[in-house]
């Protein structure tokens, strides 16, 4: 007996239309729903956790199942009020970016297999290149995200380091838990793994970090890098690129910058101005389906010298010997941990092409006017207490009315009672962070379809369920 796993050229327009149809209508329909949706796990098991059938059955009754009942329990990360964690709206383009990348069955591995999508790759990393400041020299590759493109630079700095035994790296308290994984990845010791404390406004502390190296250095261990934030996830804040340029230059440490939310902003004059010192980072993490505008996955490592990925990572390997085309036909897999790799940079090179960089600029200088809109409002109302100055897109607050003497944990428990009531009640979502032991709410704005009044009913509704929730307690 054949197996028949292909359908005729009519079947498969037909059910392309189908689905397209499908996710056209469901971002038209956005505005409409609620930014979260979720089920209970012995529910959606009930419904799905069954035996793979042995005999198939039409494609458009599974679509439809799909579209019924495992798509819609998701955070729709694109919604116009979707505030919560670092969101995504991508592009359209984007989107029939990733469609045509896996239509063709394209593995961007090395330049004897996909020479047209590296060459584009190639092209993609030198804008970001161009964007950050990088020297003509620097170079790099897309990878799933910041957690993998965090690993490829931490084996760089490694590398770079000489591989010492006693290796230590260095990140701050508001770091990514990508840096802690990375670090264990590479083979980082528990004890190798340095936290330093931040400043009031979150941001590393230098005096800190310099007291801590040099007491590890005292103790035999080897410094082999630093991890700055250049957009922090909780607050958005930015660490002191410049001066921990200037450090880590004159102490010999890889300096790697965690640009994965905040970096784009670097297309604009404002973001350039507060990302000042970040082209002269060893290694800088970026990640397209943030700021960018892309659906995943689509992240970046970009590094000073291209040279150094190459040494850390090129291995030779009998099956692939015949993907040597020479010094100028680079495989991108001897620059990371990947030999399988999607084409990610389509989505990135179509988007920009279709769009201009004008739009990009325009739609990343619009969260943050939104973010500073959103501090001007908090600061205003008799109900909201920002916490942390807005950075980038990113306002963190809380409910504290100042007619109130309440307690920290009853003040706590309101702001939960609040977030609990804009998951379920209100079309928005947002999330939480602790901010030094506070319970902080926590607006992430950079959707480019995201408009004021998307933001300003938001807040409304903290204050709303923040009063109510308040008045209950005094009952």
Not at 85 to 93: E, N, R
Not at 240 to 248: F, G, I, S, T, V
Request: hydrophobic residues 45%; charged residues 20%.
């Amino acid at each position: 007996m054949t197996a028949n796993l292909s359908m005729t050229p009519e079947v498969m327009l037909d059910l392309a239309r189908k689905t397209a149809e499908l996710v056209v209508q469901r971002i038209e329909s956005l505005p409409e729903e609620n930014a979260w949706d979720g089920e209970f796990r012995q529910i959606l098991s009930d419904q799905l956790m069954e035996a793979p059938p042995e005999d198939g059955r039409p494609a458009a009754e599974v679509l439809e199942q799909v579209a019924q009942t495992i798509l819609p329990f998701t955070t729709r990360l694109d919604h116009p009020r979707c505030f919560g964690f670092i969101p995504s709206s991508p592009t359209w383009p984007g989107v029939l970016a990733d469609f045509i990348a896996a239509g063709y069955n394209v593995n961007a591995c090395t330049w004897l297999v996909a020479s047209g999508p590296i060459q584009l790759e190639l092209v993609v990393i030198d804008w970001f290149r161009r964007w950050l400041g990088y020297p003509d020299n620097a170079g790099g590759l897309l990878t799933s995200g910041g957690s993998a493109a965090s690993v490829d630079a931490f084996v760089a700095a490694r590398e770079n380091a000489g591989h010492p035994e006693r290796a230590t790296v260095y990140v701050s308290n508001q770091s990514h838990s990508a840096h802690i994984r990375a670090a264990r990845i590479v083979g980082i010791r528990p004890e190798g793994i340095r936290m330093i404390p931040v400043d009031e406004q979150f941001r590393l502390d230098m005096d800190a970090l310099a007291r801590a190296v040099a007491d590890e250095r005292a103790a035999g261990f080897s410094p082999i890098a630093v991890c700055a934030n250049a957009g922090a996830a909780s607050t958005g804040a930015i660490d002191p690129l410049e001066a921990m340029a200037d450090y880590c230059a004159a102490e010999g440490i890889w300096l790697h910058v965690d640009a994965a939310y905040g970096g784009f902003a670097t297309v604009t004059g404002k973001g350039k101005k507060l990302l000042s010192g970040i082209e002269r980072a060893d290694s800088v993490g970026l990640d397209a389906h943030k700021w960018f505008f892309q659906p995943y996955e689509v992240g970046c490592l970009l590094v000073r010298d291209a040279a150094t990925l190459e040494r850390a990572f090129g291995v030779k390997h009998d099956v692939l010997q015949d993907t040597i085309w020479g010094a100028d036909h680079p495989n991108i897999s001897d620059r990371g941990l990947q030999l399988s790799r999607s084409f990610r940079a389509l989505k990135v090179w179509m988007s920009v092409q279709t769009f201009g960089m004008a739009a990009f600029r325009q739609a990343i200088s619009g969260g943050m006017e939104l973010a500073a809109r959103a501090e001007e409002y908090v600061r205003k109302s008799p109900h909201l207490e920002m916490l942390n100055p807005a950075s980038l897109g990113i306002v963190c607050f809380r409910f504290n009315p100042g007619n109130t003497d309440m307690e920290a944990d009853g003040l706590e428990q309101v702001n939960r009672t609040i977030l609990a009531r804009i998951f379920w009640e209100d079309p928005a979502f947002i999330s939480s962070t602790s901010l030094q032991g506070v319970f902080a709410l926590r607006l992430c704005i950079i959707n480019h379809n995201t408009t004021w009044d998307d933001v300003r009913e938001t807040l409304d509704a903290v204050e709303r369920f923040g009063v109510e929730a308040l008045s209950e307690r005094e009952v």
